[in-house]
C-alpha cells in the first residue's frame, strides 16, 4: 500500500491515525513501518488520543516499549499519566508497574488524567472502582489523599459515588486523612457536592454510619446544592430520613436559594431550598407529614427564596395531593412572598386546574395583586401570560376575579397580558366579563399595542370595536403605529392606517412612527412613510435626532442610503436640525457616511459649525476624529470654527489624539495650526492642551512633530493635569513589550525637554499612574529622575479603582529589585511618515465606518470610567499643581 502512494498519516475520527490504530491492535511490525514512513509516534487524534494510550487501552506493555524505542517521551508527561490511568481504569497491575517505571507521577493535583473524555487522577479511579490495592499502593507512592480528583472532586467521593463502593477503601482513605466534610462543586447535578450526599444518594447506609460515626456534618451548607436530608428525601428513603433526622439533621436547614425560576424558562435549579419543599415538590405525601409532625416550617422565614412556603411549591409545581396535605396541615393560603407571590399564582403558573380550585376553595385571595418577582403581578395576570393554560383564566373568571384591577408590572391590566399574548378568544372572554380597554400602564401601555407584539391584527379590530384608542400613546413604543414600523409589519400598518392610526404622535423610544421605521422597517416602508403618508421628517426621533441623522447613523451600511436621503432632502427634511450622537446629519455623514451624502448635506446647506450639548461633537471635531483630510479641508473651507472647543475638548486635540503619526494624519494638525488653531490653547475637556491628547494616545510621532513646532510642555490641564502623567498613564494594564516601549519612551522625550514631572494631575504624579497602569518600564524611566520614589505614591484617593491599586506597593518593590538595565533609546530615531499624500486621501470605502454610540466614550481612556463620571469642577479639584520650572540638570540615558 505504501508503495501504491498509500497516504501514511491518513486518519480516522475513531482510531485516530494507522500507526495509533496498529498499536491498538499489538501490529508492532506496522508501528515501525509507519513510522520510518515518517508518521510521528507523538501524533494527537482520535478518541484515545496517542499511540501510547491506545497500546495502554489493549494492555500491550511490548507495545509501549516500542513506542518508548521510537521516540515517545517517558516520565511525568500527559501521555504517560494517561496511560498510567487506562491501565488503572483497567485494574491491570503489570501495566500500572510498568507505567510508574516510566515516571508517570500518582500526585497529580495540576493535571489530570483522560478517562472516558473525564477528568480523573489514578487514586480517584482506584477509589472509584473499589481496588483497596491500588489506594494503597498510590497512597504508598504520595498521592495526595484530598487533592482535586477530576470529575468526583476528591477521592472520597470517587469511592462513595459508585455502583460498587468498597467500604474498606472509605476507611482507608478517612485512616489517611480524606477530609470527609470537604464540599465541591460537582460538574453537574447528577454528581455528589460532598462525601455524605454521595453516600444518601446511593443509599448506601453503611458508607453514611461510617462517615458520621468519623463525624461528618449532616447540616454542611454547600451553595445551593442539597443538603443530606434533601436528597434522602427526593429518593425517597424512610430508613434514610429516620437515620438523619436521628444523627441531628436540621430539618429546616435552609441551602443557599435561587429564586431565578420560571415556567417559561427552565434552568438547573429547582427554586428548593428546603427538605420540606422536596417533598413537597415530589408529592411524596408521608414524607410532608413526617416532616410538618417533626417541626419542618410551613413559612419559609427568609425572604429571598423562590418559595415562601411549600404550599407555593406545591402548587408550582401542580403537586394537587401535597397541595391538599399541606391545607390539612396547617398551611395558610394567605402568605405573601418568594417569585410567584402567593400559592394561587404559583398553581396558575403550573396550568393544574386542580390546585387552582382547591387554593380557591381554601379562601385564596383572588384579586391579590402587586405580588411576585415576575411580569405577572396578579393570579388573573399569571393566567392570561400563561394563555396555553386556559382552564386558569375561565377558573378565576367563574371564581370572581376582577379583569380591571391594577397588577402593577410590565403588564398591569389582564386585557393587557391577554392581547399580548395574543389569545382572541381570551380577550373575548375578558372583554365579556367587563374589561375597560382604557386602561393604560406598563410596557405596551395600551391594550391595542400590545396585541400588535406579534403581528396580527384581529385583537386589535377587536378591541378598537370595544373602544380602544387606536392613537393611545405611551409605553415602550409609544403607540401601536411605531410598534408596527419596528417590527416591519407591512399587513399590520396598511390595517392600522385603514382603522385611522396616525403617524404624527411623539412618543416612545424611537420619538415617532418615522423613527420606529428607520429603526426597524425596510426601504419600502420607510419611503412609503414619507411620501404616501406624509410623515414629518423633522419630528425628533428622542434621542437618535432628527429623522435624517438617525437615518443616516441606522441605515448606513444600505446600499439604497442615497436614495433615502434624497427622499428626505426632497420633503424638506432640516439639515441643520441639532440632536443626537453625531450632533447633526452633517455629523452623522463625517462620522459614518457616504462621501457621497455628505457632499450633497453641504451643497444643501449643512452648517460645519452646529454642535449638539450633549454629544459635544461637531463636523470637524468628527472629521479629525475619524483622520479624513479631505473632509477637514472642505469643512474649514465651509467657514468651519478650527478653534471650537465642547467638553470633549478642541478640534485640534481631537486631531492630536486621533493621529497616528503618518503624514495624512500630522498634515491634519498642520493645517488646523496653519488656519488659526491655537497650539497652546488650554480648553475644558478631557485632554486640556494638544500635547496633552497626543501623550493620552500615545504616538511618538505626534508627540514630536508638536514639541517641534512650539507645543509648550509646562501648561496644565487636563484629566491627568500634566505631559508625562497622561503619557505615563496610556500604557494598558496588559501592554505588549512594544506598547511599554513606546511609553517610557514617551517619558524620556518629556524628561529631555525639561517638563515638570512631580505635577498635580488625576494621580497627583505621573509615578503614580504609570503605577497604576502597572507599566513597569514607565516606571523605571521615572525612578532615575532625581526626587521620584516609592513615597510619591501616597494614599489610595477616593477615585482610584481598587483592583487598580491593590498590590501597587509590591509591584513598586518588584520594580526596584529588577537590576535589568533600561533600553537605550536615541529620541532622533522618531522619524516622520514618508508616506505621500495620495496614499492617505480618504475613498468612499474609508468612508463608511460604524455608527457611534450615544453618548460614547472613544475620544480617551480612563481606567474604567465614563466620562460622563469625571466632571471639570471635579477635575480641577485634584490639580493641585506646583507650577514652578523643572530645575533637575539630570541627563537621560
Not at 23 to 44: C, H, P, T
Not at 149 to 165: E, F, K, M, P, V
Not at 695 to 701: E, I, N, T, V
Not at 861 to 889: F, Y
Request: glycine share 10%; hydrophobic share 40%; aromatic share 6%.
Amino acid at each position: 500500500l505504501l508503495a501504491a502512494r498509500a497516504d501514511p498519516h491518513a486518519t480516522d475520527p475513531h482510531y485516530g491515525n494507522c500507526l495509533q490504530a496498529a498499536a491498538f491492535s499489538g501490529y508492532k511490525d506496522i508501528v515501525r513501518v509507519l513510522a520510518e514512513a515518517g508518521v510521528n509516534v507523538n501524533e494527537k487524534g482520535g478518541v484515545r488520543g496517542t499511540a501510547l494510550v491506545s497500546a495502554a487501552s489493549s494492555g500491550n506493555i511490548e507495545m509501549i516499549n516500542l513506542l518508548v524505542e521510537l521516540g515517545v517521551p517517558t516520565g511525568s508527561t500527559n501521555d504517560v499519566l494517561n496511560a498510567l490511568a487506562i491501565g488503572t481504569w483497567k485494574q491491570n497491575q503489570p501495566l500500572i508497574q510498568y507505567m510508574l517505571d516510566l515516571g508517570a507521577g500518582v500526585d497529580s493535583s495540576d493535571k489530570f488524567a483522560q478517562v472516558k473524555l473525564q477528568n480523573w487522577t489514578p487514586l480517584s479511579i482506584a477509589a472509584f472502582k473499589g481496588n483497596s490495592t491500588l489506594v494503597e499502593m498510590f497512597l504508598g507512592l504520595g498521592a495526595d489523599v484530598n487533592a482535586n480528583a477530576g470529575i468526583h472532586r476528591t477521592a472520597l467521593i470517587a469511592a462513595i459515588d459508585s455502583d460498587h463502593c468498597n467500604h474498606k477503601v472509605v476507611e482507608t482513605l478517612l485512616a489517611v486523612g480524606a477530609d470527609f466534610n470537604k464540599a465541591v462543586r460537582p460538574e453537574d447535578q447528577s454528581h455528589a457536592g460532598s462525601a455524605l450526599v454521595a453516600a444518601v444518594r446511593q443509599a448506601d447506609i453503611k458508607a453514611i454510619t461510617i462517615l458520621l460515626d468519623y463525624g461528618a456534618d449532616l447540616n454542611m451548607v454547600n451553595d445551593v446544592f442539597y443538603s443530606p436530608l434533601m436528597d434522602a428525601i427526593a429518593i425517597p428513603d424512610e430508613t434514610i430520613i429516620d437515620m438523619l433526622i436521628e444523627r441531628g439533621a436540621d430539618i429546616n436547614l435552609t441551602i443557599d436559594p435561587c429564586s431565578d425560576i420560571s415556567m417559561n424558562e427552565p434552568i438547573e435549579d429547582d427554586g428548593i431550598t428546603i427538605a420540606l419543599e422536596v417533598a413537597a415538590m415530589k408529592g411524596y405525601i408521608p414524607q410532608i407529614r413526617k416532616l410538618v409532625q417533626a417541626g419542618a416550617h410551613l413559612v419559609q422565614p427568609r425572604d429571598d427564596t423562590a418559595f415562601k412556603t411549600a404550599l407555593q411549591c406545591a402548587a408550582y409545581y401542580g403537586e394537587h395531593e401535597a397541595v391538599a396535605a399541606l391545607l390539612e396541615l396547617g398551611s395558610d393560603v394567605h402568605v405573601v412572598g418568594g417569585t410567584f407571590g402567593s400559592a394561587l399564582q404559583a398553581a396558575v403558573c403550573s396550568g393544574s386546574k386542580e390546585c387552582v380550585t382547591l387554593l380557591l376553595d381554601a379562601g385564596a385571595n383572588i384579586n391579590e395583586n402587586h405580588i411576585g418577582k415576575l411580569t405577572h403581578g396578579s393570579a388573573l395576570i399569571a393566567a392570561c401570560i400563561e394563555h396555553e393554560k386556559e382552564d386558569g383564566v375561565n377558573i378565576l373568571m367563574e371564581r370572581g376575579a376582577d379583569p380591571n384591577t391594577n397588577a402593577g408590572g410590565k403588564f398591569p391590566y389582564a386585557i393587557i397580558a391577554m392581547a399580548y399574548s395574543g389569545d382572541v378568544e381570551g380577550v373575548k372572554v375578558l372583554l365579556k366579563a367587563g374589561a375597560d380597554v382604557t386602561k393604560y400602564g406598563g410596557m405596551y401601555h395600551s391594550t391595542i399595542q400590545a396585541s400588535a407584539e406579534d403581528g396580527g391584527w384581529e385583537i386589535a379590530e377587536i378591541l378598537i370595536e370595544a373602544g380602544a384608542d387606536i392613537n393611545a400613546c405611551g409605553g415602550f413604543y409609544g403607540t401601536v403605529l411605531e410598534s408596527a414600523y419596528r417590527e416591519g409589519y407591512f399587513q399590520l400598518i396598511w390595517k392600522l392606517y385603514d382603522l385611522g392610526a396616525l403617524n404624527t404622535t411623539n412618543g416612545g423610544i424611537w420619538g415617532s412612527a418615522l423613527g420606529a421605521a428607520i429603526g426597524g422597517s425596510c426601504h419600502t416602508l420607510v419611503h412609503q412613510l414619507v411620501e404616501s403618508h406624509n410623515a414629518n421628517v423633522n419630528q425628533t426621533c428622542g434621542k437618535w435626532g432628527s429623522p435624517l441623522h438617525f437615518f443616516i447613523v441606522h441605515r448606513y451600511r444600505d446600499d439604497d442610503k442615497e436614495e433615502l436621503v434624497n427622499v428626505f432632502l426632497n420633503a424638506n427634511a432640516d439639515v441643520n436640525a441639532v440632536g443626537g450622537c453625531y450632533s447633526t446629519p452633517l455629523g452623522a455623514a463625517v462620522a459614518v457616511g457616504k462621501e457621497s451624502v455628505y457632499r450633497k448635506l453641504l451643497d444643501k446647506g449643512a452648517d460645519p459649525n452646529l454642535v449638539d450639548g450633549k454629544s459635544a461633537r461637531g463636523p470637524l471635531f468628527l472629521a479629525c476624529q475619524k483622520q479624513k483630510y479631505d473632509y477637514v479641508k472642505q469643512l474649514i473651507a465651509r467657514g468651519a470654527d478650527v478653534n471650537a472647543c465642547t467638553k470633549r475638548g478642541s478640534v485640534l486635540q481631537s486631531a492630536a489624539f486621533n493621529s497616528d503619526g503618518t503624514e495624512g494624519s500630522l498634515k491634519i494638525i498642520q493645517d488646523l495650526i496653519s488656519c488659526g488653531a491655537k497650539l497652546n490653547a488650554v480648553t475644558e475637556g478631557p485632554y486640556g492642551t494638544a500635547l496633552n491628547a497626543a501623550a493620552m494616545k500615545g504616538d511618538l510621532k505626534t508627540i514630536k512633530w508638536l514639541l517641534k513646532h512650539g507645543a509648550d510642555v509646562k501648561l496644565m490641564g487636563g484629566h491627568f493635569g500634566s505631559v508625562l502623567q497622561a503619557a505615563a498613564f496610556n500604557a494598558p494594564t496588559e501592554a505588549t513589550n512594544k506598547q511599554q516601549s513606546y511609553c517610557s519612551n514617551m517619558a524620556r522625550i518629556r524628561i529631555s525637554s525639561e517638563e515638570n514631572m512631580i505635577a498635580g494631575g488625576r494621580y497627583a504624579n505621573a509615578f503614580t499612574a504609570a503605577v497604576m497602569m502597572n507599566d513597569d518600564e514607565v516606571v523605571k524611566v521615572l525612578l532615575v529622575e532625581p526626587g521620584v520614589g516609592k513615597d510619591m505614591l501616597g494614599e489610595r484617593k477616593a477615585h482610584y479603582k481598587e483592583h487598580m491599586w491593590e498590590g501597587r506597593e509590591k509591584f513598586i518593590d518588584a520594580v526596584l529589585e529588577d537590576k535589568e538595565p533600561l533600553e537605550e533609546f536615541d529620541e532622533a530615531l522618531v522619524e516622520f511618515s514618508d508616506k505621500s499624500e495620495s496614499e492617505n486621501e480618504d475613498t468612499d470605502s474609508d468612508v463608511q465606518g460604524g455608527p457611534g454610540e450615544e453618548d460614547g466614550n472613544e475620544d480617551w481612556q480612563t481606567d474604567g470610567e465614563e466620562e460622563g463620571d469625571i466632571d471639570d469642577k471635579l477635575a480641577l479639584r485634584w490639580l493641585k499643581v506646583e507650577c514652578g520650572p523643572h530645575t533637575s540638570t539630570h541627563t537621560p540615558k
